[in-house]
């Protein structure tokens, strides 16, 4: 009997040799405006594994404009970016806190989002055998740059000044807050994410790091586990630097940049972690041929698939090729597939 895409993404993650690799494709409102057909084709030929729960929350997040619109967009927390590309999101260029101790009564935390329907949820795991992934992720680190503005943040984080600490703490406990409502779900997993790293190193200190934010990260894996839920978490950037505390605290899956750290850097971490993707997007999708896409997943293969382990997870964003993108989940399928 054939798995369900739940069975398969649950296999991968535990190692069990899954019929094969598990598929995620993410696709940015550029694709859609782009490549409208060849998109849709690429999801009918390969179908998803996964599946993202809307909300359904009974209140209403306070935004102005379209987020990936040309123009300026209010989120919910206040903070305004100014985008100069439709299909993509834009920067913060005047950030909400100037001074921590003045400013941070401005910040709205979006409470609203913990009014999400539970039953409606619940519903909608029950109505598919894809994974589930809860609506939420929470990204300390890239909260406090928008609202803080990067260079302001990481002079802050070497010499923090009076009420930085303060307001971490209230983020994170609504993080924590937020992550314990959907793990009320029946969803599969939860996510977090932060963009971590530059093009050749972590953008900041490991140390700092590791005495910030790992511990807002141990939180979030044990509210996850303790409700029997798989916990994912996206970074890109060379990230390899904290790869090791990741597995310690037990994060379950990664979607980090493999070609930008080098693949081969990886290998002691095969079997230890899931490699949720992801294929090269600077350099292989946008510019390869489908011959070399084919390589590439081969050697994602050959070194970090250990009886699963990894997901045939890629990204169709700004400059991605179609048949670039169809090419990765093929390969998959030829190399991962069982008869």
């Known amino acids: 009997m054939a798995l369900t895409s ?72 206040g903070c305004v970016f100014v985008n100069l590309q439709e ?14 101790a003045a400013d941070a009564a401005k910040v709205h935390i979006p409470r609203e989002w913990l009014t999400i329907d539970t039953g409606r949820v619940n519903a909608f795991c029950g109505r598919t055998e894809k994974f589930v992934t809860g609506g939420c992720c929470p990204r ?46 029946d969803v599969d997993a939860l996510n977090f994410m932060d963009d971590w790293g530059a093009q050749n190193a972590l953008l900041i200190d490991p140390a700092v790091w590791r005495e910030v934010f ?27 630097a904290i ?24 290998t002691p971490y095969a079997g230890k972690i899931t490699f949720w993707g992801e294929l ?15 390589r590439a997943v081969r050697l994602v293969h050959e070194t970090l698939w250990k009886n699963g382990g990894c997901i045939a997870q890629c990204e169709f964003g700004p400059g991605a090729k179609p048949e670039n993108v169809r090419q990765v989940f093929a390969s998959w399928d030829r190399l991962t597939a069982r008869a």
Request: glycine share 8%; with cysteine.
């Open 140 to 185: 300390p680190f890239e909260r406090l740059q928008f609202l803080r503005g990067t260079a302001n943040l990481y002079v802050d984080l070497l010499d923090p000044p009076p009420g930085m600490a303060a307001f971490v703490r209230e983020i994170h406990a609504f993080y924590c807050e937020w992550l314990e409502t959907w793990a009320a779900t």
């Open 214 to 240: 790992k511990p807002l990260y141990r939180d979030y894996i044990k509210i996850a586990h303790g409700a029997g839920k798989k916990i994912f978490m996206h970074s890109d950037g060379h990230t390899l």
């Open 280 to 294: 090269d997007r600077q350099h292989l999708l946008p510019h390869a041929a489908p011959g070399e896409i084919d």
């Open 6 to 77: 739940r069975e398969r993404v649950y296999q991968a993650l535990q190692f069990e040799g899954p019929d094969r690799a598990p598929r995620n494709l993410w696709s940015l409102p550029w694709a859609e405006l782009h490549f409208p057909e060849e998109l849709k084709k690429i999801r009918e030929d390969y179908p998803d594994d996964f599946a993202g729960a809307p909300g359904f929350c009974r209140d209403t997040s306070r935004t102005i404009g379209n987020e990936y619109a040309v123009g300026r967009y209010t989120d919910p927390w």
């Open 243 to 266: 790869y090791p505390d990741l597995i310690e605290l037990g994060l379950d899956a990664i979607n980090s940049q493999l070609f930008c750290m080098g693949v081969e850097h990886l």
């Open 87 to 100: 299909g993509v999101i834009g920067e913060v260029k005047e950030p909400l806190i100037r001074d921590w």
